[in-house]
Antibody
Framework: QVQLQQWGAGLLKPSETLSLTCAVY????????WTWIRQPPGKGLEWIGE???????TYNPSLKNRVAISVDTSKNQFSLKLSSMTAADTAVYYC?????????????????WGQGTLVTVSS | DIVMTQSPDSLAVSLGERATINCKSS????????????LAWYQQKAGQPPKLLIY???TRESGVPERFSGSGSGTDFTLTISSLQAEDVALYYC?????????FGPGTTVHIK
């Protein structure tokens, strides 16, 4: 049974950099995509970006200049960094796994979620 | 970006009755080369992460009860709960994975009448 366990600082000051890490237990690290999704309190879901086991990344253009996702396959971990945090970035951040349909052109959907980390940005 | 909309915002249904949630994409998410719709449905209960219910618009994830079904094609999709149970009280989101950035609908809240 795949489990995603995530950790990182939950309280940041404006302009600081968010750093979260997610460890994958009970499953292979490939050929999946590893994704970060966030949810502001009481609001909907926003896709932040993804990385595959080869280190290829895709980011949401709305965050592209501030976001970096990396992977450490030796530890079965992947990480998120989001710089220049503001109050608008306050949200629950989820690490997730996306299953890839190898029969199609890389179509993928999220099928496993971490427990979420509430990140609050406040001075 | 593909914009996803859902209706209604909120839905109250009696136990054992049918619940229907609609989802619309701003452009077609049907890929012509494989005739598949790149749409997923998620259920989120209070204080929990979302849970995958359906992908390819109509394929139920393993372990998801048969009362959940998805339909639709192109730009218009529906999630149906055929006989609402108390444990189905939740927020439901549709999501397109046709093109990045993958985007979600705003969600529909289902509760008991």
């Amino acid at each position: 049974q795949v489990q995603l366990q995530q950790w990182g600082a939950g309280l940041l000051k404006p302009s600081e950099t968010l750093s979260l890490t997610c460890a994958v237990y009970g499953g292979s690290f490939s050929p999946y995509y590893w994704t970060w999704i966030r949810q502001p309190p009481g609001k909907g879901l926003e896709w932040i970006g993804e990385i595959n086991d080869r280190g290829s990344t895709t980011y949401n253009p709305s965050l592209k200049n501030r976001v970096a996702i990396s992977v450490d396959t030796s530890k079965n971990q992947f990480s998120l960094k989001l710089s220049s945090m503001t109050a608008a970035d306050t949200a629950v951040y989820y690490c997730t796994r996306a299953t890839v349909d190898t029969l199609t052109t890389g179509a993928r959907w999220v099928d496993h979620w971490g427990q979420g980390t509430l990140v609050t940005v406040s001075s | 970006d593909i914009v996803m909309t859902q209706s209604p915002d909120s839905l109250a249904v009696s136990l054992g009755e049918r619940a229907t949630i609609n989802c619309k994409s701003s452009q077609s998410i049907l890929y012509s080369s494989n005739n598949k719709n790149y749409l997923a449905w998620y259920q989120q209960k209070a204080g929990q992460p979302p849970k995958l219910l359906i992908y390819w618009a109509s394929t139920r994830e393993s372990g998801v009860p048969e009362r959940f079904s998805g339909s639709g094609s192109g730009t218009d999709f529906t999630l149906t709960i055929s006989s609402l149970q108390a444990e189905d009280v939740a927020l439901y989101y549709c999501q397109q994975y046709f093109s990045t950035p993958f985007t979600f609908g705003p969600g529909t809240t289902v509760h008991i009448k």
